[in-house]
């Protein structure tokens, strides 16, 4: 699978969920500064989000220090779906409810470890197929 993975830091949080994805053997695209740029979260937010949309990766990890700017900043290109995520619970409800494509994750308070878990999350729960009528209701009329 190949997922873009976009924050305006590179931290040690970052680069644990990198090598995670890439341990989980996914081909990551890296969008700010842990991929050597220097830019801000509301750019980074946009350029995840236009990979995301345009079909170019198949999903985004996405961070700044809150989560919430970068979050915002995803979801105002149409076809994304980014969820700020704070445990596994809700990344996986995020998947299951809302076919959520983005996860957000805030750089202030998320561990390691819980980034895993909601990595673990992410990658395996599936949409619930009776959301689908909901899902649709998401696209502009």
Do not use: Y
């Not at 961070?63 to 445990?87: P, Y």
């Not at 980034?115 to 999350?121: R, V």
């Amino acid at each position: 699978m190949r997922v873009v993975l976009g924050s305006d830091e590179k931290t040690a949080l970052t680069d644990a969920v990198r090598d995670d994805l890439e341990q989980r053997g996914h081909d990551v695209v890296l969008v700010g500064p842990p991929g050597g740029e220097a830019i801000e979260w509301a750019e980074v937010g946009q350029r995840v989000g236009e990979l995301v949309a345009k079909g170019d990766v198949d999903t985004g990890v996405l961070f700044c220090w809150t989560g919430t700017g970068a979050s915002i900043a995803a979801n105002k290109v149409h076809g994304v779906r980014a969820a700020l995520c704070t445990d596994a619970e809700t990344a996986a409800g995020a998947r299951k409810w809302n076919d959520a494509n983005v996860l957000v994750m805030g750089l202030r308070l998320t561990t390691s470890d819980t980034a895993h878990e909601m990595l673990d999350a992410w990658f395996a729960t599936p949409l619930e197929p009776s959301e689908r009528d909901n899902i649709d209701r998401l696209e502009p009329r």
